[in-house]
């Protein structure tokens, strides 16, 4: 129940920042437009290489930029790392919660609030779009409620490795390094910059067995009906596995930080 | 002037310095950003082959120079990308009481150096591309190349300038700005007449990017023979003067925040 409080108290102050939101659902807009402006040059150039119909791919894109907030592995509060640095971690460490689920639900309030603010304003706008270019409905009403359930799994895969870096405060004096090399690497593997589906089919398997593609990937291609619906039982199951071992490394390197840290005093 | 700027890099360099591991996972972390940037252009390429006429090697050339003055801009006018914090904690209104120049000291009190990262790999992939490209090179076409970087950097340095200066009205950085600085050096990679006639047109005759990107590039390629074309990113140096009125118009009317 308590849980529930801090989800409450963070999800309410981010909803203040609605200037904000809307300065983001400009950008993510425009973003959106010129990379489906970029993947149609792609397409007028060799439409026979392209591994999913063009209608599906804007609609990929537009749920990208709709659910960045909630899904976009570097769209974390660094309130965690610099609490951390700065020592005030010590008021965190008297507090009776535990510390990896109280950091969890922070998180999850965070990034729910804030793609209710975007996902949903960027998603109708995209839906006046004219097709090809605009954002199409589910290819079946089974595949939105398996997108729904794949999507919340997805959201847990990724402030479960967020969790992972925070933790990486501990044992370093700066976290922007640490910050730089997650973001661009989990951008580029999660499909942010290219999705997965572009990828050449051997770099796509290994990549498959990382948590990396159980974040987007699996709901939106669930959504377009790229992965049959009868594929989801088993797409999800990779999302919880990765959901459990992530949670369970997280939350055991932190007592093992826990073990020695050290606050100084001041 | 210039002695002071030294300086002032000197002082950072140092700081930055300090943190070793941090400093160096910095440039690793930018270089690791420029090659997922590469890999993307490169695993589209390996399914499409060509994107409006355009080879992977030529679209390579691009891409590189995008990044390479990309990230030039960005660790000199970084101070003005970070212009916001400045004005919240009230950083701008020291500087404000020093004999010097605003531009000057934003411009000097931060510099990127971890960009560095991104510049190497950039510039690995630029040769490359220089070799494998197959263009016959002459004094025009080298010309013009290094008249495409001096423009792409003025024109990025300009838009972190107005970004900058924005903030004198609104206090807080502009997200949609990005479009116009992280935008346009991922946009960038690629000619920008594979976005379409519309988006050209924007770049051409709002914010010069194309001035100083495509119609040069189509010399280069050979495309076109205009030699005048290798004149064009003067528009991005050019563009630097708006941008100044435009800090000077935002500064007369800066109320500091008071902290």
């Known amino acids: 129940m308590k849980y529930w409080c801090f989800f409450k108290i963070r999800f309410t102050t981010s909803l203040q920042y609605r200037a904000a939101a809307l300065a983001g659902i400009v950008t993510q807009f425009a973003w959106g437009s010129l990379l489906i402006l970029l993947f149609r040059a792609f397409y007028e150039s060799n439409p026979a290489a392209f591994p999913l119909p063009f209608a599906s791919l804007t609609s990929y894109i537009w749920l990208q930029q709709a659910f960045l907030t909630l899904l976009a592995p570097w769209a974390y509060n660094t309130e965690i790392m610099d609490s951390i640095q700065n020592g005030t971690i010590a008021y965190e460490l008297c507090r009776p919660t535990d510390l990896y689920t109280m950091w969890f639900v922070k998180n999850t309030a965070e990034r729910c609030a804030k793609v209710c603010l975007r996902g949903l304003p960027i998603l109708i706008v995209a839906g006046f779009l004219p097709a090809p270019y605009g954002f199409s409905l589910p290819s079946g009403g089974i595949n939105f409620f398996l997108f729904i359930l794949s999507l919340l799994l997805g959201h847990m895969v990724v402030v479960a490795l967020n969790m992972l870096l925070f933790i990486t405060a501990f044992y370093t004096t700066s976290t922007q390094g640490s910050r730089i090399l997650f973001n661009n690497v989990a951008e580029f593997l999660f499909g942010g910059v290219v999705p997965l589906p572009f990828f050449p089919p051997a ?29 989801a039982v088993k797409n999800m199951c990779i999302q919880i596995f990765w959901i459990v071992i992530l949670i369970t490394a997280g939350h055991r390197w932190l007592k093992k930080s826990f073990r020695k840290i050290t606050v100084m005093g001041g | 002037m210039m002695q002071l700027y030294l300086k002032y890099a000197a002082i950072i360099l140092k700081g930055r310095m300090q943190d070793k591991a941090s400093f160096f996972f910095g440039i690793l972390g930018q270089a690791l950003a420029s090659l997922s940037s590469f890999f993307a252009v490169y695993f589209i390429f390996y399914r499409f082959k060509t994107v409006k006429g355009f080879s992977f090697s030529e679209v390579l050339l691009c891409f590189s120079l995008s990044l390479i003055s990309f990230s030039f801009a960005e660790c000199f006018a970084r101070g003005f990308d970070r212009f916001a914090v ?50 016959s090179f002459s004094a025009g076409r080298i010309a013009a190349l290094a008249m495409m970087f001096a423009g792409s950097c003025a024109l990025f340095s300009g838009m972190f300038v107005l970004y900058a200066a924005l903030c004198f009205f609104t206090l807080e950085g502009l997200e949609f700005i990005n479009i116009f600085t992280d935008g346009a050096r991922e946009f960038g990679e690629y000619p920008l007449a594979v976005y379409g006639k519309r988006v050209l047109k924007f770049c051409t005759f709002v914010i010069p990017y194309a001035l100083v990107q495509y119609y040069p590039f189509l010399y280069v390629t050979g495309r076109s023979s205009r030699a005048w074309y290798i004149l064009l990113p003067l528009a991005g140096i050019v563009f630097l003067l708006p941008c100044y009125v435009f800090w000077r118009f935002g500064l007369r009317h800066y109320v500091s925040t008071g902290s």
């Open chain 1, 203 to 231: 770099v796509l398997a290994v990549l498959n067995f990382l948590p990396f593609s159980a974040i987007q990937n699996t709901p939106f291609l669930l959504y377009t009906g790229y992965y049959p619906a009868g594929s």
């Open chain 2, 86 to 135: 400045f004005i919240s904690d009230g950083t701008f209104d020291r500087m404000l009481v020093r004999p010097r120049n605003t531009v000057f000291q934003v411009a000097a009190s931060t510099m990127e150096f971890s960009r560095i990262g991104r510049f190497i790999e950039a510039a690995i992939v630029f040769i490359y591309a220089l070799s494998t490209c197959g263009i």
